[in-house]
Nanobody, 129 residues
Framework: VQLQASGGGVVQPGGSLRLSCAASGSSSNLYVIGWFRQAPGKEREGVSC????????YYPDSVKGRFTLSRDKAINTVYLEMNSLKSEDTAVYYCATTISPAPCQVLITPAGPYGMDVWGKGTQVTVSS
């Protein structure tokens, strides 16, 4: 499976952006897809995860209520809607998936990035006035 992320850009504080992550290749058995971000000098952290079969989503407290993750099963694509963006949301955002079933609740914890098997290229999100 390959992942293609898109949708980053520059936005003012309080603004919104939507990121997309399209899966291709051997994507018939997608289990979970997560979004992660990494700011300069910081560890990569999970910002959302979706169980691709039932659509259940998970978020850390840092983005809960501002970020919404959804999926389109027909085209193997997930969308991360980011609202009320803050300067601290500035980072490179990556989508990632696993090659076997994995619990989203764990994948959005600090250890989460180590549980992902396939990563897409990052897309830069800059929140600045």
């Amino acid at each position: 499976v390959q992942l293609q992320a898109s949708g980053g850009g520059v936005v003012q504080p309080g603004g919104s952006l939507r990121l997309s992550c399209a899966a291709s290749g051997s994507s018939s058995n997608l289990y979970v897809i997560g979004w992660f971000r990494q700011a300069p000098g910081k560890e990569r952290e999970g910002v959302s995860c979706i169980d691709f079969s039932d659509g259940k989503t998970y978020y850390p407290d840092s983005v809960k209520g501002r970020f919404t993750l959804s999926r389109d099963k027909a085209i193997n694509t997930v969308y991360l809607e980011m609202n009320s963006l803050k300067s601290e949301d500035t980072a490179v955002y990556y989508c990632a998936t696993t090659i076997s079933p994995a619990p989203c609740q764990v994948l959005i914890t600090p250890a989460g990035p180590y549980g992902m098997d396939v990563w897409g290229k990052g897309t830069q999100v800059t929140v600045s006035s």
